[in-house]
């Protein structure tokens, strides 16, 4: 029956909705039963909910569950922040950005999403080679800590709601910037998809992908700064609070990007296409 269920896309989906259904329950429940700082009791449930998409995925025996995570967490985080605040005009420009940007990652997750069986590539590689000890890479590398990024990256968010920052000029460029990455993500994911379609040649070179060799990356990363500094220019004080952007270009500069280099490393002439193409910015070098 298991089998079948993962085999099914539309069972597969519904699986995984109920997953988060329940991780939401215990998030809220979690949040709800402890009466520690709001930022110390929000990072306690967010990871108790965590651990229940990590439950699944063993089940499962799929870490691909907890791929929505990254996208559903931050809106879900936000708006049940948001609900009986009076909210300013900062306050509703981030839950905007935030959304935005949620849906898109979340629609694209739908539209690659096969079923049960199909697990992201790096999840698979790092099973083979870790063995035995995958069962702890699984939980703190593929769960654990991209939860404590993205907690991070919408903390900004979550403190300008609770203490009704005001907006300023900085504020608003910063948010069209974060909104202006999401857009340009769906840009290189639509980009993306067609070159899939087509297959034409060994690397994509079309649209924003001709300038930059992971450009869906770079708008991840202006996002969250976007959002971190919207809120750091209401609030400078509160400084610390890019901790999460910090966090976030870590992780991709030392995981992501050299991981997805490392694949394409495999297909023959992948020197030459590093050398015309820019990884992040395209920017020339200048000696």
Not at 61 to 66: G, I, L, P, T
Not at 231 to 242: F, H, T
Request: overall charge positive; aromatic content about 14%; some cysteine.
């Amino acid at each position: 029956m298991l089998q079948s269920l993962k085999q099914n896309r539309a069972a597969s989906f519904i699986t995984v909705a109920f997953v988060y259904i329940i991780a939401t329950a215990v998030g809220v429940v979690t949040y709800n039963a402890l009466s520690l700082s709001w930022w110390l009791s929000l990072l306690v449930a967010d990871l108790f909910a965590t651990v229940v998409t990590f439950v699944f995925s063993v089940i499962f025996k799929n870490a691909s569950v907890y791929d929505p995570y990254w996208s559903v967490q931050p809106p879900v985080i936000l708006i049940a922040f948001a609900i009986g605040e009076e909210l300013t005009l900062l306050g509703v420009g981030l839950i905007i950005a935030v959304s935005f940007w949620a849906i898109r990652l979340t629609a694209n997750w739908a539209y690659t999403f096969a079923n049960l069986f199909h697990q992201d590539w790096r999840y698979t590689m790092l099973k083979e080679k870790t063995g035995i000890f995958y069962p702890v890479i699984n939980f703190v590398g593929i769960h654990t800590v991209p939860t404590l990024v993205v907690y991070g990256c919408i903390l900004p968010a979550v403190y300008a709601v609770i203490h009704h920052l005001s907006a300023n000029i900085a504020s608003v460029i910063f948010l069209c910037v974060s909104l202006g990455a999401a857009v340009m993500q769906g840009i290189a994911d639509i980009q993306m998809h067609k070159y899939r379609k087509q297959r034409d040649g060994a690397f994509i070179r079309i649209g924003l992908w001709k300038y930059s060799r992971h450009p869906n990356y770079l708008g991840e990363l202006l996002m969250w700064w976007g959002i971190a500094l919207a809120v750091i220019s209401a609030a400078p004080d509160a400084w610390y609070l890019a901790a999460g952007a910090v966090a976030n270009t870590a992780l991709f500069l030392a995981v992501s990007i050299p991981m997805a280099d490392g694949r394409q490393s495999r297909k023959e002439g992948f020197a030459e296409y590093k050398k015309q193409t820019r990884m992040l910015l395209p920017i020339k070098k200048h000696f």
